[in-house]
């Protein structure tokens, strides 16, 4: 298939400076949303439903409501955490599936971690998906991890915990979402290539019939803004 196509770009995840650079900017946005998110929540709780079990400070520190005690607290900031570490390897196999479900038979998923980057992942090296393929690989988790967390903290009626876990797991998906805005913005992509370094991306004709189609990453992120 490669052979009929053009190379646009190579997006290397752990190495490309100005991919870092979209991926903050992306996680800063979640973050300032989750905390503007967690100040109209608490803003609304203190005017409306005071002395409401549904606003856990008052479920669990001693003072601020009835049955509040330090277990109560503890077992509040131990879930707070499993909140926050839990989506992410359940983030990746998400990832795994939909990499195994859209590749041909055969094909090989594979997990790793580069610590030095902070990142876990999946990857199906070699593997071409078609652009509309790519983008529900690289966008599921986002959706369904933080929807399954949305769901959760609803039925645990903890809105503050709900607010906090889903914005820490939506920072962490700033480098799918970074793939999906370079995607986007170039609609000469039409196939990904998943690769021990990140991705390929790919459009119609060959690389030697000339120039290769505009960029979408690398050095020209920031053009693309």
């Known amino acids: 298939m490669l052979g009929r196509m053009k190379k646009i770009d190579d997006i290397y995840t752990f190495e490309d400076g100005a991919f870092h650079e979209k991926m903050l900017r992306i996680s800063f946005s979640a973050l300032v949303a989750g905390v503007l998110a967690a100040l109209a929540w608490l803003a609304y709780s203190l005017i409306f439903i005071r ?30 955490v499993a909140g926050c570490l839990l989506p992410l390897p359940v983030h990746e196999l998400v990832h795994g599936v939909l990499f195994k479900l859209f590749a041909p038979a055969g094909s090989h998923v594979t997990f790793g971690a580069n610590w030095r980057a902070g990142m876990i992942y999946a990857c199906a090296e070699g593997v071409v998906y ?42 962490g ?14 609609p000469l992509i039409t196939h ?34």
Do not use: K
């Not at 998906?173 to 170039?186: E, F, K, L």
């Not at 990140?198 to 290769?212: H, K, L, N, V, W």
């Open 51 to 80: 002395h409401s079990p549904a606003f856990e400070f008052e479920w669990m520190i001693p003072g601020l409501g009835e049955g509040g005690s330090p277990a109560r607290c503890a077992a509040w900031l131990l879930a707070l």
């Open 130 to 171: 078609t652009r509309r393929q790519y983008l529900v690989i690289a966008l599921a988790p986002a959706i369904a991890v933080t929807a399954a967390l949305i769901v959760l903290g609803i039925a645990l009626r903890w809105p503050l915990w709900t607010i906090v876990v889903a914005t820490v797991h939506l920072c």
């Open 173 to 186: 998906c700033a480098g799918d979402i970074a793939y999906v805005d370079i995607i986007r913005r170039n």
């Open 192 to 225: 990904c290539e998943d690769t021990s370094f990140g991705a390929s991306f790919y459009g119609e004709g060959r690389d030697d019939e000339g120039a290769c189609g505009e960029r979408s990453g690398g050095d020209d992120l920031d053009d693309r803004e």
